[in-house]
């Protein structure tokens, strides 16, 4: 296929090459690990940030469990340092998104908004996104009230009462955040039991200013140009109840970002990209690392742990074409 004369990206004046050894998608911890040991072996893998460099782990305010940081490290800081880091071994960080991948031809299509790719490897390092809750209420007020991270919007809601939704470790990781600014935050549960884990139900459990209603699901969220209450169903007794509030953060679990995949790469039933235990998909060639392919862990070490992991084996494969040219 012939590449489109595309205008240069780089930044740097300079055209460069679109026919390419390894393009990552995605610049989370795993993409840009990968970046990382693929720039090592001097492949000059080309990642495409996405929307957000660093994907979800810019928007956290604090990380406290990635080694090395024992006073914790700011989210966008430690993507910030993990992209010099790559850039520094020769990795060409692009702010562009992949919009269509051609899996079916070699070397790869990709196609994104500022140009097209020929790639002889990919790793799919697309990450995740946070779920909705799909109710009345919740498209209305997003960004009204209806919040998704309490690192972004927390702020503007300096002395109010918000509640969050979920019972999960970000739930009440987020909802402690929340604390800094808000006067109360109401962690808002569907079952009686919490499923985050016992270091972060301790400390939402001595925080005075959270609360929790357990048992409980949210069906609307009601206001006229702002968030003013959620209406409340206790599952156990069905008993519906207004519950005022000014704002709502969703923290209810995340789902895969792999949608360009679809019908190119084998997945599961909740469109988790399918691995083998060598990060291999069902086309030899194509890698994923992080959370497109890990419902499971989804930690910023884990990640980063399949980015390298899923290089090193991009850069067997290019090794084993060459061998065998
Ligand atoms: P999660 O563990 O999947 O928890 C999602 C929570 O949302 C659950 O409590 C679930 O309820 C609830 N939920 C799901 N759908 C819902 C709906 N439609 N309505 C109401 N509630 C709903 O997701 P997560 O908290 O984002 O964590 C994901 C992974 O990241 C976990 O492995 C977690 O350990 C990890 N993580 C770790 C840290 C840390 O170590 N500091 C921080 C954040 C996340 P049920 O419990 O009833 O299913």
């Given at each position: 296929m012939e590449i489109n004369n595309t205008p240069d990206i780089s930044g740097d004046g300079e055209q460069f090459d679109k026919n390419v050894k390894l393009i990552i998608i995605g610049s989370g911890p795993a993409g840009l690990s990968a970046a990382l040991y693929a720039a090592r072996a001097d492949l000059k893998p080309v990642v495409l940030t996405g929307m957000e460099l660093g994907g979800q782990v810019s928007l956290t305010f604090t990380v406290d469990n990635y080694p090395g940081f024992p006073e914790g490290v700011g989210g966008s800081e430690l993507v910030e340092k993990f992209k010099q880091q790559a850039e520094h071994f020769g990795a060409i960080v692009n702010f562009d998104s992949a919009v269509e991948v051609d899996l079916s031809q070699y070397p790869f299509f990709i196609r994104t908004y500022q140009g097209e790719y020929l790639a002889q490897a990919i790793v799919v390092a697309t990450g995740a996104s946070a779920r909705h809750?799909?109710?009345?209420g919740e498209k209305k007020f997003t960004g009204r009230g209806v919040s998704y991270c309490a690192t972004c919007d927390g702020w503007f809601f300096k002395e109010k009462d918000v509640v969050v939704v979920g019972g999960g470790d970000s739930a009440l990781e987020e909802s402690l955040f929340l604390t800094r600014f808000a006067k109360s935050v109401t962690i808002i549960h569907r079952r009686d039991e919490l499923r985050a884990g016992t270091f972060l139900r301790n400390r939402a459990a001595a925080n005075p200013k959270i609360h929790f209603i357990m048992n409980s699901i949210v069906s609307d969220i009601l206001g006229e140009d702002a968030v003013k209450s959620v209406k409340l169903k206790n599952v156990e007794t069905g008993e519906i109840r207004d519950h005022p509030t000014d704002g709502v953060f969703v923290f209810i679990g995340h789902t895969p970002n792999t949608q360009l995949f679809e019908g190119q790469l084998d997945m599961d039933d909740r469109k988790y990209i399918k691995v083998d235990p060598l990060l291999h998909t069902n086309v030899p060639g194509v890698f994923v690392a992080g959370e497109a392919a890990d419902p499971h862990f989804r930690q910023v070490i884990t990640s980063a742990g399949m980015g390298a992991a899923a290089a090193m084996q991009a850069i067997h494969f290019l090794q084993d074409r060459v061998e065998n040219s």
């Open positions: 809750l799909d109710i009345p």
